[in-house]
Structure formats: structure tokens, C-alpha cells
Nanobody, 124 residues
Framework: QVQLGESGGGLVQAGGSLRLSCAAS????????MGWFRQAPGKEREFVAG????????RYADAVKGRATISRDNAKDTVALQMNSLKPEDTAVYYC?????????????????WGQGTQVTVSS
């Protein structure tokens, strides 16, 4: 069973950038598709980006396409989310998630393992 821990959140001004990182332990990292989700107050958790087991495929939500880049380092058991041109509407708790399937799910219910989340606040 894999354990996940996010870092890199914080307060940033609109137009700025943040790099979120998620470290995995307790499992064979390249056996998992990895995803980033976010949840704003009063809203449902939503898919942000996902990456395949070996990093060859990625998926992005329309809301972040062109502003976000997901990457993974299977030698270090980490996955990162680089977010640029941040907007106030990007404010949320960001979670990384892992699943054993071979495609990249976008539904939160398809992911079996979750981190605790890291807060991202974008000020206008």
C-alpha cells in the first residue's frame, strides 16, 4: 500500500507560479498512475492533471491546460505539478492520488490512495 505526502503549497499572487510535489512510499511507484486533484471550499474535488505509470502520457483539466505541467521521477518516487499564471480561482487544497490502473482516470472515485493535501492560496 502506497503512502503519499504533498508539499509546496502556499500563498502566491495572481500571475505567479508554484511547484507542488508529492512523495510516495511503501509501494512500487511505477505500478501507479498518479493524479493531482483540488478541492475549493464548498466545491467537489476536481481532477487537475494525471500522468501514466512511466510518464509517457498525461491528461489535464481544461481549467489548467497550458498553465500546468505534471511530471514524475520514478527513481525518486515523486510526482510534481508545476502551476504557472495562477489565478484566484486556483485557490484550493491540492491532493495527489495514486491508482494501479493503466489508464489515467479523471474521477476521484477511481483513485485508491490519497495524500493529506496542501493548501494553495492565490491572492488577487
Amino acid at each position: 500500500q502506497v503512502q503519499l505526502g504533498e508539499s509546496g503549497g502556499g500563498l502566491v499572487q495572481a500571475g505567479g507560479s508554484l511547484r507542488l510535489s508529492c512523495a510516495a512510499s511503501g509501494g512500487t511507484f511505477n505500478n501507479y498512475v498518479m493524479g493531482w486533484f483540488r478541492q475549493a471550499p464548498g466545491k467537489e474535488r476536481e481532477f487537475v492533471a494525471g500522468i501514466s505509470r512511466l510518464g509517457g502520457s498525461t491528461r489535464y483539466a481544461d481549467a489548467v491546460k497550458g498553465r500546468a505541467t505534471i511530471s514524475r521521477d520514478n527513481a525518486k518516487d515523486t510526482v510534481a505539478l508545476q502551476m504557472n499564471s495562477l489565478k484566484p480561482e486556483d485557490t484550493a487544497v491540492y491532493y495527489c492520488a495514486a491508482d494501479r490502473r493503466f489508464t489515467i482516470p479523471t474521477a476521484s472515485g477511481d483513485y485508491d490512495y490519497w495524500g493529506q493535501g496542501t493548501q494553495v492560496t492565490v491572492s488577487s
